[in-house]
């Protein structure tokens, strides 16, 4: 207790303390507001800037979430940025996951423990480089004329079943309830793709009904005249996304004052400064220079701009989570490393040192050692083994049999999301040598087989939907159709598989049998390895292994670490570790060679197993030569393949009612 002064009774000053704890603890809950001021934020009513970091929690293993955050912190950051995924919640209708790598009120809890607030963005549209942009991939199984992102009733009836759900999950990690979610997004990015205020307020509305008035709701859009006139609406705060990679040539005061026109009072907000950029398949390796981007963020400084790095920790794509970029058609990697302060695998890199270096001129740095990256480990090599091919595997891969139809179906209607289905028709009529096999509404890319014997692929990403073959009656016809991963950006959404017909010289093929393979996706509720025909001897020559196929091993680690799994002489394919998916691999295509194996995806004190599944041509003719490699250093940056360097995405921009890539 205090010293009590020598003039008040003992029993008074007692009364006198309770009065005065109570009026603090009144004081501090009346105080616990953010709003908007006058070119500012208000916290507690104070004049306030925050700078935050993006970390996706679906791309950054649970058990590392809290690893990131204390990373953030220690570089200054006051705050991270995050989206709500909807597709990996809702994987199918009315099915709703928030465990595991989806518990974002725990991500919510261990930011606000590690002293970081939160700027959510809920969607229901993220792009964020996922499938379909984060919508579900069967909102137009349910209505195939369904209008995305739009007033359209049977789009808004599923969005609204969302958001009753999730966004109850998220009013009590409000600021204003104790929480450290200060500000929440409406839609993303959203004039890019259209121009209707009517959208965008009645998500405002319902956002208002779901989370109250005691939170800042915003728009995010290019910080340009003409996209900032269509993404915003009216009580919510305008912000837009820009950095020195992007449209106008990175002019950073060009944007800010954009914004300002749209934003004439309330604080300037950057809620996506470019740290780097995603990589594409076949095109080389994103960086950004740390000079160029601290330049700007000085503007930032000197102008009392709040910003969030995009991205501060970009992870993993792990499964199927991977999008493809559109014009041209380009499928993303499944590393989100994106040149980021943090690597993929979270460690610091030099970009993270010099941000923590210039933010430290202005904000106290928390005290602690300075963040070093953590030991990864070098295993070696695993010899692998043929587990059989796709045939051999059919009857697990497709427990429940083929889909029967007189024309094919697409995986939407075969309720199929991702990965692969095989097609197969018989051929019932003599052709001519060669005969013109036309698949025009092939969406994304097939391995052309006859009587299971690989003739050819075709596909958007090959810029080839037709080829010559030579068939015979009682011949089987298989297609084995890849999903490369859904654009964000269609108003009826990215429908895959096969669309419409596929013909040889003209003539419509029917009576189609359709096998969905079940491949695990992400994330794992229940990690199982796959059932596959194991130890299946490797023979001399290389068409005994027919592919597309499955090989298998096990391994034990001295030490369970992170690591990166290398494919040298691999070509096209997914790994799985312990039932896990880590996403799919294509060293001929580059720049990407490595994939990130966490370490919590493998066993400590028993054998791991690996599976992998080549669909091209794997370096297996002998068993000593059907290698993989546990590695502790990454390669993301491996030189593409001639005449692909076209289609690299340089800079952010996009020019306003044309199908772009995702950001």
């Not at 820009?242 to 004439?264: A, E, H, K, V, W």
């Not at 040149?339 to 993270?352: I, Q, V």
């Not at 093929?509 to 994330?523: D, E, G, I, V």
Request: charged share 15%; aromatic share 14%.
């Amino acid at each position: 207790m205090p010293n009590r002064p020598c003039c008040i009774p003992d029993r008074v000053f007692v009364v006198l303390l309770v009065l005065q704890f109570a009026c603090v603890v009144i004081g501090l809950t009346e105080s616990r507001s953010f709003t908007i001021g006058k070119n500012c934020f208000l916290k507690d009513g104070q004049p306030f800037r925050y700078v935050s970091g993006t970390m996706h929690y679906w791309r950054v293993p649970e058990q590392y979430w809290e690893d990131s955050f204390v990373k953030m912190r220690a570089a200054g950051l006051t705050a991270v940025d995050t989206y709500l995924i909807w597709n990996l919640h809702e994987q199918e209708p009315g099915d709703f996951y928030f465990d595991g790598n989806l518990n974002f009120t725990r991500y919510f809890q261990l930011a606000q423990k590690n002293g970081l607030l939160v700027v959510l963005r809920p969607g229901p549209f993220i792009a964020a480089e996922v499938d379909l942009g984060g919508l579900p991939y069967w909102l137009v199984r349910k209505n195939p004329d369904m209008k995305l992102r739009t007033t359209d009733p049977s789009y808004l009836h599923y969005v609204e079943r969302w958001y009753n759900v999730s966004l109850p999950l998220v009013k009590p990690y409000l600021y204003a309830n104790g929480g450290p979610i200060i500000t929440v997004q409406v839609e993303n990015e959203y004039s890019a793709y259209g121009c209707d205020v009517t959208y965008l307020e009645y998500l405002r509305d319902m956002f208002r009904r779901l989370l109250g008035n005691d939170v800042i709701l915003f728009t995010n859009n290019y910080a340009v005249p003409q996209y900032l006139k269509c993404g915003t609406c009216p009580d919510t705060l305008a912000t837009g996304d820009f950095g020195t990679n992007s449209i106008s040539g990175g002019n950073i005061s060009f944007y800010l004052d954009s914004l300002r026109m749209f934003n004439p009072d309330g604080p300037l907000v950057d809620t996506e400064f470019y740290s780097g950029w995603l990589d594409v398949w076949g095109s080389p390796h994103s960086t950004l220079s740390t000079s160029e981007m601290l330049d700007a963020a000085q503007i930032f400084m000197d102008r009392n701009v709040s910003f969030n790095f995009y991205t501060f920790h970009g992870g993993t794509n792990f499964g199927f989570v991977a999008a493809s970029s559109q014009g041209p058609f380009q499928p993303i990697t499944t590393s989100y490393d994106f040149n980021a302060p943090l690597s993929e695998a979270g460690d610091p890199t030099e970009k993270y040192y010099q941000i923590r270096d210039f933010l430290g001129r202005y904000f106290p740095l928390p005290p602690g050692p300075v963040p070093q990256p953590s030991k990864k480990g070098a295993y070696g090599s695993v010899q692998l083994r043929f587990a059989g091919s796709v045939y051999d595997n059919l009857k697990s891969l497709c427990p429940g049999g083929p889909i029967y139809s007189t024309l094919p179906m697409t995986f939407e209607i075969l309720k199929h999301g991702h990965g692969f289905v095989l097609y197969r028709s018989y051929i019932s009529q003599t052709f001519r040598d060669p005969t013109v096999l036309s698949i025009p509404g092939l969406h994304d890319r097939a391995i052309v087989l006859i009587d299971q014997v690989p003739v050819g692929i075709i596909g958007q990403g090959v810029g080839v939907l037709k080829m010559g073959i030579f068939v015979q009656p009682g011949q089987a016809l298989d297609l084995l159709v890849q999903n490369e991963g859904r654009g964000g950006f269609f108003s009826g959404g990215d429908v895959k598989g096969i669309i419409g017909n596929v013909s040889l010289d003209g003539n419509n093929l029917t009576q189609w049998a359709m096998y969905p393979l079940s491949l695990p996706n992400f994330p794992a509720r229940a990690p199982r390895t796959l059932k596959l025909k194991r130890n299946t001897p490797v023979g001399s020559k290389h068409h005994e292994l027919r592919l597309p196929g499955f090989f298998s091993a096990s391994f034990s680690t001295p030490e369970v670490l992170d690591t990166f799994v290398q494919l040298d002489g691999w070509t096209n394919g997914y790994i799985f570790v312990n039932g896990h998916n880590l996403g799919r691999y294509w060293p001929v295509q580059g720049p990407q060679v490595t994939l990130y194996v966490p370490a919590v995806y493998l066993n400590s004190g028993k054998p791991n197993v690996v599976d992998v599944f080549e669909l091209e041509n794997a370096p297996c003719a002998k068993l000593s030569e059907c290698l993989i490699r546990f590695v502790d250093t990454p390669i993301l940056n491996a030189t593409v393949p001639v005449g692909l360097t076209e289609g690299r995405i340089l800079k952010h921009s996009y020019p306003p009612k044309v199908q772009r890539p995702l950001s």
